[in-house]
């Protein structure tokens, strides 16, 4: 185990490309594939790319909203000593990398950015406080507990599948989440996958002579500085005050509950929600949350910068019918038994292009959805072939690190080597429980 994952890691090291460039070199990819596998021409091409460029605005904040906002609420100090309390707990590397994958993949099948975000922070703390500990496997190992959140609670697939207004209803009539998220084949390949990656992680570590420790005050340097400011004129005085802090939370709360017993679910924008309200009681003062919070937003260039091109990328593949046209290939050589790992397979695929849930059940699900009731295949088990195909390959796809890898202070390059691996073995799990738990 330890020599595959050395010749990964090393492998990345050498070869992988900054995350931007990794967009770039996807999209001439795109392009080149769009031209020869369709009818669209080299203009055609360059006008889908600029038509889909700003496709991605809304989510890329809402991306960048969950690393400042989550960054922020990491650093006040009742969650500081939270974190803390459970990196000391760990005591040794082994337990600490351990326990850091489990409670990211538990996170992340709650909710997928409230995963990405708890995963990074739990490692940042773990660093400080265990000494000899590999700071790139730990961030990676965080990184894999998002391998489990298509079939978890935030799955936008299976929401989709079970909201009435979602266009799979009319060819489904809905499909209910005990047939996707709570379905014998989902969860026994999410709760595998939650109990064995922390063993995976453990076996991937390195020799102590190869271990990549980071000075605890490297990282202590990047955190915000909570100072005592002394308050003179009116306006530093609102500035340091609880009262307008308090009657932000408590209208916060307020909506929160309307908004639960309403039906409501735990979205991206109620986690941001949260985040958000809950840094700014527990930091205390209106002063003491923006300072948090700049020093938060000096780590999202990469989310910024990227989106655009993943948008573009998305455009591509949708408006040229690329991604349509690689889902066709799959179905035409699936049956009614294997048709749901093909899915898999092909949602694997389609990942690296369109790294959006959402995006990727619009350009394959009206293709897979049919097929699957031409084919006299399960419905519900070829969706979640689709959703497990979009999680699975996350793992070589930098898109989805990025929130991650802000907080953490490191490049995909530090990382990808050990996801590798994760994503080799998550492959078998779910390509197994794909094909016997029919």
């Not at 991605?56 to 904040?61: I, V």
């Not at 709570?182 to 992680?201: C, M």
């Amino acid at each position: 185990m330890r020599l595959m994952t050395r010749f990964f890691v090393n492998l990345v090291q050498k070869y992988l490309p900054d995350p931007f460039l990794f967009a770039v070199i996807l999209t001439f990819i795109v392009y080149i594939g769009g031209i020869l596998l369709t009818d669209s021409g080299p203009l055609d091409m360059i006008i889908h790319w600029g038509n889909g460029f700003w496709g991605l605005l809304t989510f890329a904040m809402q991306m960048v909203l969950v690393l400042v906002t989550g960054h922020a609420l990491a650093n006040s100090p009742i969650i500081k000593r939270f974190l803390q309390s459970i990196a000391r707990a760990a005591g040794t590397p082994a337990k600490a990398i351990m326990i850091t994958t489990f409670i990211a993949a538990v996170a992340s099948w709650i909710n997928w950015g409230f995963g990405l975000v708890v995963g990074a922070l739990l490692g940042r703390e773990m660093a400080k406080e265990i000494k000899g500990i590999d700071y790139r496997l730990l961030i990676a190992s965080a990184y894999m507990g998002f391998l489990v959140w298509h079939g978890g609670l935030s799955g936008s697939i299976p929401l989709a599948l079970a909201t009435e207004t979602d266009w799979s209803w009319a060819i489904t009539g809905g499909i209910m989440v005990g047939e996707t998220i709570f379905s014998v084949q989902t969860l026994s390949i999410a709760i595998v996958l939650i109990l064995t990656l922390p063993i995976l992680a453990w076996l991937m570590m390195p020799k102590k002579e190869e271990t990549f420790v980071i000075d605890p005050e490297i990282l202590k340097a990047s955190e915000p500085k909570l100072e005592k400011y002394t308050a003179v004129t009116p306006a530093e005085k609102v500035e340091n005050s609880w009262i307008f802090s308090i009657i932000l939370f408590v209208g916060a709360v307020a909506f929160l509950v309307y908004y639960f017993i309403n039906g409501g679910i735990l979205n991206l924008n109620i986690v941001n929600f949260i985040f958000l309200f809950a840094g700014i009681i527990l930091h205390g003062t209106p002063r003491r949350y923006i300072g948090a919070l700049y020093e938060a937003v000096k780590s999202s260039g990469g989310i910024i910068l990227q989106f655009p091109f993943y948008a573009g990328i998305m455009g591509m593949m949708t408006e040229s019918g690329l991604a349509a046209v690689i889902s066709n290939w799959f179905v035409a050589i699936s049956t009614a038994y294997t048709l749901p790992f093909f899915s898999f397979i092909s949602g694997g695929i389609i990942n690296l292009f369109v790294p959006s849930g959402g995006g990727q059940w619009a350009v394959q699900g009206p293709i897979m959805l049919p097929a699957a009731q031409a084919l006299g295949a399960d419905v519900a088990k070829t969706a979640m072939g689709i959703a497990w195909g979009d999680a699975w390959t996350n793992m070589i796809q930098p898109f989805w690190a990025l929130p991650a890898l802000g907080i953490a202070g490191l490049n995909a390059r530090d990382i990808m080597g050990y996801c590798i691996m994760a994503l080799l073995y998550s492959g078998i799990i779910i390509s197994l429980g794909m094909l016997l738990l029919v």
